[in-house]
Each structure stands twice: as structure tokens, then as C-alpha cells.
């Protein structure tokens, strides 16, 4: 099985950041699953979100 990081992807903390924050923020049933979920980001060439 090919891993994320073989398709172009790269764990993204700023991804993470913002995730956590909509977690605490509308969903706190999630809270535990914080620290098991995992944030990727691949570069398209367009710009976006600084990682």
C-alpha cells in the first residue's frame, strides 16, 4: 500500500492548527481524536496555505 508522503503529500502543521481549532471550537465530541488524526497538504502549484 502506497503511503501518503508517495503521492506528493506532506504532513501540514498549519493544517493541523486550524483543524484542532474547529474541533475545540464546534465539535468537542472530537477532542479525544485529536492526537490520532493526521493533516496532510500536497502542493498543486496554486499557492494557498503556507505549511
Given at each position: 500500500?502506497?503511503?501518503?508522503?508517495?503521492?506528493?503529500?506532506?504532513?501540514?502543521?498549519?493544517?493541523?492548527?486550524?483543524?484542532?481549532?474547529?474541533?475545540?471550537?464546534h465539535h468537542?465530541h472530537l477532542?479525544?481524536?485529536?492526537?490520532?488524526?493526521?493533516?496532510?497538504?500536497?502542493?498543486?502549484?496554486?499557492?494557498?496555505?503556507?505549511?
Open positions: 500500500m502506497e503511503e501518503v508522503t508517495d503521492l506528493g503529500y506532506e504532513k501540514s502543521p498549519r493544517i493541523r492548527e486550524i483543524a484542532e481549532e474547529l474541533i475545540d471550537d468537542p477532542k479525544d481524536a485529536k492526537e490520532l488524526l493526521e493533516y496532510y497538504v500536497r502542493d498543486d502549484g496554486g499557492g494557498g496555505l503556507d505549511r
